[in-house]
């Protein structure tokens, strides 16, 4: 595959996400008000929203355009994965020299969780761990999570770094679900003092995030191979507990053992901050968001959401639990932005 083909159709793809996620998106809202005011009464569920629109060949161009874009991205004709497996040799050899660095700690002997083995998240082909490539077609794809931020995307993680770091200073961190370390690296940026543990389950993610830290020649961090919900930490060795985009991933059973896990790693008074995607204003956000993970492979997406998060939260002994909204970027109205966009919620609380 020609670079120039690559790139060209990966922009096309991307414009097309734009076409989706603005003119599509905002069409879809109108027809739906539309047909709200004539039945005279307000959906309460997202079944009810189907009921509504689910037959129109609007949603339907607009559910297809979310899976099969994100299907073109990743295994078309000028996918993320063919280009990248083309070149793996290349693209890999840089990452294999940060294998043995100590900042870098895999387990040959971690068993996959089965809900983590079973799919192929984000319609990734082999998912975030199936092959060596995985960790670099990962980041490749996440550089167009939230097409319409634009420049801005960046701001993401470094936002969310920032309003933990308001929340104090903090010796000893762990990132749960670190991925390639895009959530760990504002952390070993911004906090040169502390020690950030950041773990994960998948070995090329792990790999890359490493490769990474070593060209920041950062001191402070280290990533290993673990599962979050059963780690090897010490009880009450961590002041902060972080993680995003992990809780979604993860089937409700788990979910409370990673709760229960994060309690027992950290001090008393200690904060555990998770960003991810939760608080669903109304039916209609509702409807958008579990098609969402229909079409985008994550099946745990629905059963997160209608998890009463701060009522488990507060049964598991933590106080000032609070859920809270999160703009990603300015200007983003985060109960009816006029465009599509992740639900962020920051999920917060401390170990009394
Ligand atoms: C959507 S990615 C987010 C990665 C990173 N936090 C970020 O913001 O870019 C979720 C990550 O969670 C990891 N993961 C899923 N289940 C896990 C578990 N039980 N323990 C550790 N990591 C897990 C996946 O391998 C994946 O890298």
Known sequence: MDERGFVAAQAFILDTKKYWSTAVVSSLKSEYRRRVRSTGHEPQSAADVHSLIGDTTLYRYYAWLERHLQRLKYSGRYGLVPYHRERADALLAPLEQAADDSRLELDPDLVLPKYFAAVDIHQHPGSVWGEPIAGLVYERGARST??????????????????????????????????????????????????????????????????????????????RQMNAYETDYEAGSFDLVTSTMLLHELPPKEI?????????????????????????????????????????????????????????LAQKGFRNVSVEPFAEADGVDVTDNPSWRFPWTVIAAEKA
Request: proline share 6%; net charge negative.
């Open 256 to 312: 409370n053992r990673l709760f229960d896990e994060a309690h027992r790693v950290l001090a008393p008074g200690g904060r555990m901050v998770h960003l991810d995607f939760h608080l669903l204003p109304d039916a209609f956000a509702q409807f958008l968001h579990y098609g969402h993970g229909r079409r985008n492979n994550e099946p745990f997406m629905q059963p997160w959401a209608e998890i009463d998060v701060a009522e488990l």
């Open 146 to 223: 939230t097409p319409m931020m634009g420049s801005r995307h960046r701001d993401l993680h470094q936002r969310f770094t920032d309003l933990v770091n308001e929340g104090g200073a903090c010796k000893h961190l762990l990132d749960m679900g670190c991925g390639f370390g895009k959530s760990t690296k504002p952390f070993y940026e911004s906090l040169p003092e502390a020690e950030i543990e950041a773990i994960d389950l998948a070995t090329p993610c792990l790999k890359l995030a490493c490769h990474d830290a070593v060209q920041a020649q950062a001191q402070n961090v280290r990533f």
